[in-house]
């Protein structure tokens, strides 16, 4: 029986049937809490949108980068070696 309890699934379970048959507990919440935890949940929620939005822009910006070196490459004519002499006779 107890190893039927380690299961994540009959934790969740019980949790959320001990939550549904717990009374409302009729707490009033002050507007000085409310707003708190209104602010907690909007800067939860930036925090998440700040993150993807670094995952998704990353990858693009290193793609540009790269892209414009390679054109910067392209256009100095450095990748051919023509605008470069070595002298060999002199020491």
Do not use: F
Not at 13 to 38: C, D, F, N, R, W
Not at 45 to 54: K, P, R, S
């Amino acid at each position: 029986m107890i190893d039927k309890l380690k299961s994540p699934y009959v934790r969740i379970g019980l949790g959320v049937a001990a939550a549904a048959i717990a009374p409302a507990a009729m707490a009033y919440i002050g507007p000085g809490a409310g707003l708190g935890v209104l602010g907690v949940v909007l800067a939860v929620l930036a925090g998440i949108g700040a993150t993807l939005l670094g995952l998704v822009l990353l990858p693009i910006r290193m793609i540009k980068r790269r892209l414009k070196r390679s054109a910067a490459v392209k256009t100095s004519g450095a990748e051919t070696g023509s605008d470069r002499e070595i002298d060999v006779t002199k020491k």
